[in-house]
C-alpha cells in the first residue's frame, strides 16, 4: 500500500472516532475514595472505573517520564489593613484642621491555598458516567470521543461497566477509537498481554471485564458447572457502591493453564511418544501432530518462539495458526507432512479467555503525583496607586499534591498511535515545532470542561511583609478667636480678642473615633510538576511525529494555517486565610488545552467537508524583526546578557501581576537582553530602561491593552504604538537630549520632561504625578534589582 493511501486510510479512520463534539465548560464533584494507598500487589472491591479503579492512589505506578516543571498561575491576594485614629500609634504631624499619620505595619499570618476544588479537564473522565458509585450515564458516546483524549483513544467498547451492551458494529465504527481501528489484532494483542504482565508491578490487578456463564440448555447447566460454559460480559457494577457482580475477571485471571485439557493431552502424549522409536523423527511426528496443544489463557504472538521447540525456534505461520485457534476453545491436528490443519471445537477447552479478552486494557490506568507550589512572591501594589510601599514579602509553606488521572494511558496510548505511520526506529518524541511561544504561563486562550477530580492537598504556609503608608485624618478646630488660641495652646494672657496667636500649633484634636483602609496586593507566583503532559503534548500535538502533524504537515510557514498555540487546560481553586478576601482564582494545567483544540477538535475539522467542522484557533506566523504590525519585533537572538544585580525571574513575575486586567501576554523573557544589549550601546543604564518598558507597557504586553506604547513615546507619527524597536530607539535618545535641554541632569528633570515635555513641573497636580511616578520606578527597582537604587539620570 502506498503512502497516499496509508494516509488517506489514517484520516478516514480518525474521522469516525469525532463525531458531534459537544462543549460542556461545568465542574464536578468527584466521590471521595476509600483507599487511596492500595499497593501494586493488592486490590479492593468496588473499584471506581475501569479507566480509574483506584482514585488519589499513586502507590502504584512506574515513573515513566521525567516530572516536568511549568510555571502555573500568578494569584494576587488582596488584604486589607485597617488603622485609627487614635488608637494606631504612628508619626502623627497635624496641619489646620487635618492630621497625617504615617505607619510600617509588620503582616505574619498563615495563609492557604485550597485546591480542593481543582479537576482535570480535556484528558479524561470517569465520574459523568457509569461508575461503581452510579448508574447513570451523564455523557452520551459522542461526548466522551470528541470531548477527552482518554477516550477517544480507548473507545467507548470492552468496558467493564458497560458488559456488552456497547460491543456492537455501530459503535465498533464510530466509537471505538483510531488504536483500534488501525493496529492490527496481533499488535493489540501483544499490548494486552504487556497490560497483563504489568499487573502487581507498575499497575494494579484490575478488574478487566464481568461475565455470566449459561447456555441455557442441559448441557449448558454442566458446561457452567464445570466452568466451561459460555461467558457472556455484564454490566460490572449497579451503581451503588456495591462489590462487582456475576464472575469478575482480573488482569491476573489471564494467568495459569486455559485447560487441564490441553495440559493432560499434551502429558499422555508426550508419555505414549516418549516410548516409541525416535525413527525418522516419529516421535516428534506424534507431538506436533496429535499434542504440544496450547495451554495459556493469553494468545501466541507469530513472532514468539515455539514453546514445544527444542532447539528453540521461532513458531511457523502454521503452529500459529494451530495454537491460536486452540486458544479460541478448539482442538487442533496439524499433519505436518502436507501442511493440514484441523480444528474442531471442544467443550473441554474454554473459550471464554478469548472471547472476554478485548475487554482487557490497552494501557495502564493509573494516576500519577504531581504538585503545585508556590515559587516566589512579591508586591502586587503599585506606589503610584495606593499610595503604599510593601516590603520584605516572604512566604514560606508547604507545596499541594495532585493525584493526575489518565496521563500514562494517554502517553502509552499515544505511543501506539504514532505506531500507524512512524518509521521503524525513529524516535516518537522530540522538542515541539512551530508553535507560538509563551502561552502556557499567560494565557489569554483557556480550554475547560468536566473532569476528574484531582483530589489535591492544600498549599499552606505563612506570609510575612511590611506594609508603609500615611493616612490623613480630619480634627475639630474651635471657631471662636479666643477658644482657637486656647486650642493652640496659647496662654490666657496671651489670647487677646484681635486674634494674635503665639506660633504654638500642637497636635488639634480628633471627630471621634476614624478608620483608614488600606488594601494591599501581594503576588504569588506558582509552579507545577506535572508527569507526563510534555511527552503526551509532543505525541499527540507539537512533536516533529506528532499525530496533529500527520494531518497539518505545514504550519507557521507562508500562507499555512498559522502556529500552534500551546494552550492550558484550566480548572478552578480558591484560597483562604487570616485577613484574606476569599477569591476565585483558576489553576492553570499547561498544554492540555492544545489537545483539545487541535488533537481532538482540529483533526475533526480538517476531515470533515469545509464549512462543517469548528473553527480552530492558530496563532499569526512569526514575522521578521521590524515589521511593526502590532507583533513583537525585538531582537530575541541576541544571547543572554547578565547584569549585576538583575533578578529576571522576579523582573519576568512582576509583569505577570503589573496589569491588575489580566496578565496577557508580557514579553519580557523574549526580548529584555536586546534593551540590554541596545541600552548598553547607547551608553544608557540598561535596569534604568528594563523599568521604564515594564511601568510604560508591562514588557510590551499588546494583548492586555492595545494598542499601547512600548516605552512610553506618544504624539511622534514615526514611532507607532505597538512597536517595540522603534519605541526603544527613540527612548534611547531622550537622556542626552533632556539634558541639553534642560542644562542639568537629574531623575526629577526627566521624568518631568519625559511626562510634562518641561524641565520642571508647574503646578500641585504635576508635581504629585511626578513624584508618584518616581515612587512607581523605585517599587520597580526593588523588585527586579533588589539593593540597587534608582540613579540620579539614566545615563
Known amino acids: 500500500m502506498g503512502k497516499g493511501c496509508r494516509f488517506l486510510l489514517f484520516s478516514f479512520f480518525l474521522i469516525t472516532g469525532l463525531l458531534f463534539f459537544v462543549w460542556h465548560p461545568a465542574n464536578t464533584s468527584a466521590q471521595v475514595p476509600g483507599n487511596t494507598t492500595i499497593s501494586c500487589d493488592n486490590v479492593d472491591d468496588p473499584e471506581f472505573h475501569s479507566l480509574r479503579p483506584y482514585q488519589a492512589n ?11 516543571t511549568f510555571c502555573g498561575n500568578n494569584l494576587t491576594v488582596k488584604e486589607t489593613i485597617t488603622q485609627t485614629y487614635p488608637g494606631s500609634g504612628g508619626s502623627c504631624v497635624s496641619y489646620g484642621n487635618q492630621i497625617t499619620c504615617s505607619y510600617k505595619v509588620s503582616i505574619n499570618h498563615p495563609i492557604t491555598i485550597d485546591l480542593s476544588n481543582a479537576n482535570l479537564p480535556i484528558m479524561g473522565n470517569t465520574e459523568d458516567v457509569k461508575n461503581s458509585q452510579s448508574s447513570a450515564d451523564s455523557l452520551n458516546d459522542a461526548d466522551k470521543v470528541n470531548e477527552y483524549v482518554s477516550w477517544y483513544l480507548n473507545g467507548i467498547t470492552g468496558r467493564a461497566e458497560y458488559g456488552d451492551t456497547k ?11 483510531p488504536i483500534q481501528k488501525l493496529l492490527p489484532g496481533i499488535m493489540l494483542d501483544a499490548q494486552r498481554i504487556n497490560t497483563i504482565n504489568s499487573a502487581g508491578k507498575t499497575n494494579h490487578n484490575q478488574i478487566a471485564v464481568c461475565a455470566k456463564q449459561g447456555s441455557g440448555s442441559f448441557a449448558g447447566s454442566v458446561q457452567d458447572i464445570l466452568g466451561l460454559g459460555k461467558s457472556t460480559p455484564t454490566e460490572c457494577y449497579q451503581g451503588n457502591n456495591t462489590d462487582a457482580q456475576n464472575d469478575v475477571y482480573r488482569l491476573k485471571s489471564w494467568e495459569g493453564d486455559l485447560s487441564f485439557w490441553n495440559n493432560g493431552v499434551n502429558k499422555i502424549v508426550g508419555l505414549f511418544s516418549g516410548l516409541v522409536p525416535n525413527v525418522f523423527g516419529f516421535q516428534d511426528f506424534i507431538q506436533s501432530s496429535i499434542a504440544n496443544h496450547w495451554n495459556k489463557r493469553v494468545p501466541p504472538l507469530p513472532w514468539e518462539n515455539d514453546p514445544f521447540a527444542n532447539p528453540t525456534r521461532q513458531m511457523t505461520n502454521l503452529e500459529y495458526r494451530k495454537y491460536y485457534n486452540e486458544w479460541n476453545g478448539k482442538t487442533c491436528v496439524l499433519i505436518p507432512t502436507i501442511n493440514f490443519l484441523i480444528c474442531l471445537d471442544n467443550v473441554l477447552v474454554p473459550n471464554k479467555y478469548a472471547d472476554l479478552f478485548a475487554h482487557i486494557p490497552l494501557s495502564s490506568t493509573e494516576d500519577v503525583e504531581g504538585q503545585v507550589k508556590i515559587d516566589s512572591v512579591s508586591s502586587a501594589s503599585s506606589p503610584g496607586i495606593t499610595k503604599t510601599t510593601v516590603s520584605n514579602v516572604n512566604f514560606s509553606g508547604q507545596a499541594a499534591s495532585l493525584f493526575v488521572p489518565h496521563l500514562v494511558e494517554s502517553d502509552q496510548l499515544g505511543s501506539l498511535l504514532q505506531n500507524t505511520y512512524s518509521p521503524k526506529g525513529q524516535d516518537k518524541l522530540g522538542n515541539p515545532t512551530n508553535i507560538a511561544s509563551g502561552t502556557s504561563c499567560n494565557s489569554v486562550e483557556v480550554r475547560s470542561n468536566d473532569g476528574d477530580d484531582l483530589f489535591a492537598t492544600q498549599i499552606t504556609g505563612n506570609l510575612s511583609y511590611t506594609a508603609s503608608f500615611s493616612c490623613t485624618y480630619n480634627v475639630s478646630v474651635p471657631t471662636d478667636c479666643y477658644d482657637r488660641c486656647i486650642y493652640y495652646g496659647g496662654a490666657p494672657n496671651e489670647c487677646r480678642a484681635d486674634c494674635m496667636y503665639p506660633d504654638a500649633n500642637p497636635t488639634p484634636a480628633p471627630i471621634g473615633t476614624q478608620e483608614c483602609k488600606k488594601d494591599i496586593y501581594i503576588g504569588l507566583s506558582t509552579t507545577s510538576k506535572i508527569p507526563l503532559v510534555e511527552d503526551i503534548w509532543s505525541r499527540l500535538v507539537a512533536g516533529p511525529m506528532a499525530v496533529f502533524k500527520r494531518i497539518f504537515p505545514k504550519t507557521n510557514t507562508e500562507g499555512s494555517v498559522g502556529q500552534i498555540m500551546d494552550i492550558p487546560g484550566s480548572t478552578n481553586t480558591t484560597y483562604s486565610g487570616a485577613n484574606v478576601t476569599q477569591a476565585d482564582a483558576d489553576l492553570k494545567i499547561p498544554h492540555i488545552g492544545g489537545m483539545s483544540e487541535y ?19 492558530f496563532a499569526d506566523n512569526s514575522i521578521q524583526s521590524g515589521s511593526g504590525d502590532g507583533q513583537i519585533n525585538c531582537n530575541q537572538a541576541v544571547p543572554e546578557i547578565a547584569i549585576n544585580g538583575l533578578d529576571k525571574i522576579a523582573a519576568d513575575n512582576l509583569t505577570k501581576i503589573w496589569y491588575a486586567s489580566g496578565p496577557g501576554r508580557p514579553y519580557f523573557k523574549e526580548c529584555n537582553n536586546d534593551v540590554i544589549q541596545r541600552a548598553q550601546g547607547r551608553g544608557i543604564d540598561p535596569l534604568f530602561v528594563l523599568a521604564i518598558w515594564i511601568h510604560e507597557s ?8 492595545s494598542p499601547i506604547e512600548d516605552f512610553g513615546i506618544h504624539g511622534h507619527p514615526d514611532v507607532p504604538t505597538n512597536d517595540f524597536s522603534k519605541q526603544l530607539d527613540f527612548f534611547l535618545n531622550l537622556p542626552v537630549s533632556y539634558a541639553s535641554a534642560c542644562g542639568k541632569k537629574d531623575m526629577a528633570t526627566f521624568v518631568s520632561m519625559y511626562w510634562f515635555g518641561k524641565c520642571s513641573p508647574t503646578n500641585q497636580e504635576q508635581q504629585e504625578k511626578l513624584a508618584s511616578y518616581i515612587s512607581d520606578l523605585n517599587f520597580i527597582y526593588s523588585i527586579i534589582a533588589p539593593g540597587i537604587t534608582l540613579p540620579n539620570y539614566p545615563n
Open 58 to 68: 499513586t502507590r502504584c505506578t512506574s515513573q515513566t517520564a521525567n516530572e516536568a
Open 167 to 177: 460491543d456492537t458494529e455501530e459503535n465498533a465504527v464510530n466509537f471505538s477509537g
Open 599 to 617: 488533537f481532538l477538535k482540529g483533526i475533526q475539522t480538517a476531515l470533515r467537508p469545509k464549512g462543517l467542522g469548528e473553527t480552530i484557533v
Open 698 to 705: 508591562d514588557a510590551s504586553n499588546y494583548e492586555a491593552k
